[in-house]
């Protein structure tokens, strides 16, 4: 996929930006400039993919609710907002370089708008629409889905397969909807731009 014109938009709006050809080196980057830190994770699947909380534990302590002992999941996301270093993808990303990500429970929306001091947004070519309106509908309608099927919710989503019913569902998984426009101030982020689909 030729990242030209994402990364010119991106720029232009103040987010750093590094593109990989695949999974494989964009870890590996990431486990080269994270040392000796805490990191948390976002709920993530393209974070799992790339096979990095166990990269990264290897010298890091590193946070993620998906690795918590049952029980103690509440108190692991509340401690990942503090950690020095956050990771997460997207939902969506559009060309014109507007972010969008969806949540059930606000941790991972929250901690990429303020509370770490570095940012890694890590996005597979999947997740990339044309403009802001086609992000936003790949995030409710392919993203948060697809989100709530891997969780087993009991909402018209996960049962049909096919896309977001806006639904009323006590089990609703999308609660918080983040549109990033530019880099939050306070914070330093770099996006992480990989040629291969991840996640969803
Ligand atoms: S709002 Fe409801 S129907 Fe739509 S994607 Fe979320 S859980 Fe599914």
């Known amino acids: 996929m030729n990242f030209a014109k994402l990364t010119d938009n991106l720029t232009k709006r103040g987010w750093a930006v590094s593109t990989f050809a695949n999974k494989e080196d964009a870890a590996a980057y990431l486990n080269q400039q994270i040392d000796g830190q805490t990191v948390a994770f976002g709920g993530s699947m393209t974070l799992k993919q790339m096979g990095l909380y166990e990269q990264l534990s290897e010298h890091n302590k590193v946070i993620w609710h998906w690795k918590a002992a049952?029980?103690?999941e509440d108190e692991v996301r509340?401690?990942?907002q503090h950690a020095a270093v956050y990771l997460s993808s997207v939902n969506g990303v559009a060309e014109t370089g507007e972010l969008i990500n969806i949540d059930g429970n606000g941790n991972r929306v929250s901690a990429i708008q303020y509370g770490p001091q570095k940012i890694y947004l890590v996005i597979g070519s999947n997740k990339i629409a044309p403009d802001y309106e086609q992000a936003l509908w790949r995030a409710?309608?392919?993203a948060a889905p697809k989100n709530a099927q891997r969780q087993h919710r009991n909402t018209p989503c996960?049962?049909?397969a096919d896309r977001c019913y806006d639904c009323n569902s006590p089990e609703r998984s999308c609660r918080a909807l983040s549109v990033l426009w530019c880099p939050p101030r306070g914070a330093e982020y770099?996006?992480?731009?990989?040629?291969?689909p991840l996640g969803y």
């Open 78 to 80: 509340h401690n990942a």
């Open 190 to 196: 770099e996006i992480i731009l990989i040629d291969e």
């Open 158 to 160: 996960a049962i049909n």
């Open 70 to 72: 049952p029980g103690t």
């Open 140 to 142: 409710r309608n392919i």
